[in-house]
């Protein structure tokens, strides 16, 4: 089993960027697809951006693909999220994921994640 904890949240301005970080603790995330979604209090929990448990699949939504950049440490037990050209819709709870079931997909839905994070709020304003 693993914990996740993220950080890096804060408050931004448009265009600006920002580095959110979910750290492992348990185990590594080394047999894990881990992925970031987020949630705002008008909407679903949404996929962000995922990758596969060695890394050679990663896969963006639409909304953020070009801005965003999903990427992990070497010791498997850092995720990254690295987010440049902030925009006010991308306002948000982020939460980082793990898929211990078929962790060599990146899966996009909320049911196919086995551990989740608490959550770190990301605000960008206008």
């Known amino acids: 089993q693993v914990q996740l904890v993220e950080s890096g949240g804060g408050l931004v301005q448009a265009g600006d960027s920002l580095r959110l970080s979910c750290t492992a603790s348990?185990?590594?995330?080394?047999?894990?697809?881990m992925a970031w979604f987020r949630q705002t209090p008008r909407k679903e929990r949404e996929f962000v951006a995922g990758v596969s448990w060695n890394g050679g699949n990663s896969y963006y939504a639409d909304s953020v693909k070009g801005r965003f950049t999903i990427s992990g440490d070497n010791a498997k037990t850092t995720l990254y999220l690295q987010m440049n050209s902030l925009k006010v819709e991308d306002t948000a709870v982020y939460y980082c994921?793990?898929?211990?079931?078929?962790?060599?997909?990146?899966?996009?839905?909320?049911?196919?994640?086995?551990?989740w994070g608490q959550g770190t709020q990301v605000t960008v304003s206008s």
């Open positions: 994921a793990a898929d211990s079931q078929a962790p060599w997909n990146v899966a996009t839905a909320v049911r196919e994640y086995d551990y």
């Open positions: 348990g185990r590594t995330f080394r047999m894990y697809g």
